[in-house]
């Protein structure tokens, strides 16, 4: 396991390179503002950079494109949770790039990482114990499963400084009604918990004490699946979401063949 997790840092960080991360004794790898680690089959994301509000830093986001990348590649994991230390859970991300390339590779990047997350063979649990923000909302909603705190507010208020926040807007409206997708972008206003439930952005609610405990269950139920099963499901699922409904019917043909099939061969 140390070994794995040795390559992973340098298909992380590259080879040569000085980065600010650390190697534990367990394997694990820590970034400045976040640690990654396995657990089994579970691939663990934790933001830690509470003095600045959990902000995700360029370096932090480039780790996870990476080790997502390698994930896609080729899959060791079968549980991706994404949690925070301290009180919030992301208030948003770093904002870097003071020329039109530089700002132009950046929102790139944050693009590029809600892709393969969203398009990851991992199912994604994101354990919202705190205030999630601009980017930190974004990156939740992406998971396959939102778990959040009955305490957090939630929300996109990046026009109260006269930003229209474009990279949510390129998605939010497949997770929830315009209706209710304009006026959160538009006058930015926090919403609670409940209320994100209410209109499809988060998979469940519960008590600060008993998230940890909601998101371990969940983790076990998805591990109890057939792995291979459980890919192919994310996969069709996702696939159906962009096509038409003709396209899906021919696809769905031939994934119920090949999924029978497989079912067929482990009774054997």
Not at 217 to 239: H, N, W, Y
């Amino acid at each position: 396991m140390a070994l794995l997790l040795t390559c992973v840092a340098f298909l992380v960080y590259g080879g040569g390179m000085s980065p600010k991360k650390t190697v534990d004794a367990s394997g694990d790898v820590a970034v400045v503002g976040m640690v990654i680690e396995r657990a089994g089959d579970v691939l663990n994301f934790t933001l830690d950079n509470t003095e600045h509000g959990n902000e995700v830093t360029g370096e932090m986001l480039d780790a996870m494109l990476e080790v997502l990348r390698a994930e896609a590649a080729r899959p060791s994991a079968r549980v991706l949770r994404i949690r925070a230390r301290g009180k919030v859970f992301c208030t948003g991300r770093e904002r870097a790039g003071r020329d039109v390339e530089a700002i132009r590779r950046e929102a790139a990047r944050v693009m590029e990482l809600k892709r393969v997350l969203r398009g990851s063979p991992l199912i994604s649990v994101a354990e919202v114990q705190g205030d999630a923000f601009g980017f930190g909302f974004g990156l939740a909603i992406v998971c396959d499963f939102i778990l959040v705190a009955e305490n957090a507010a939630l929300g996109f208020p990046e026009m109260r400084s006269g930003l229209p926040p474009a990279v949510i807007m390129a998605y939010l409206g497949e997770y929830t009604l315009p209706r209710f997708a304009f006026p959160m972008v538009l006058l930015g206003n926090p919403i609670a918990p409940g209320r994100a439930l209410q209109i499809g952005l988060v998979s469940q609610v519960v008590t600060a004490k008993r998230l940890a405990g909601e998101g371990d269950a969940l983790v076990k139920r998805i591990l109890d699946l057939d792995p291979g099963a459980a890919r192919r499901c994310k996969e069709f699922f996702q696939t159906a979401q962009q096509n038409s409904f003709d396209q899906n019917c021919r696809l769905a043909v031939e994934a119920f063949t090949v999924g029978s099939l497989t079912a067929l061969s482990r009774k054997k």
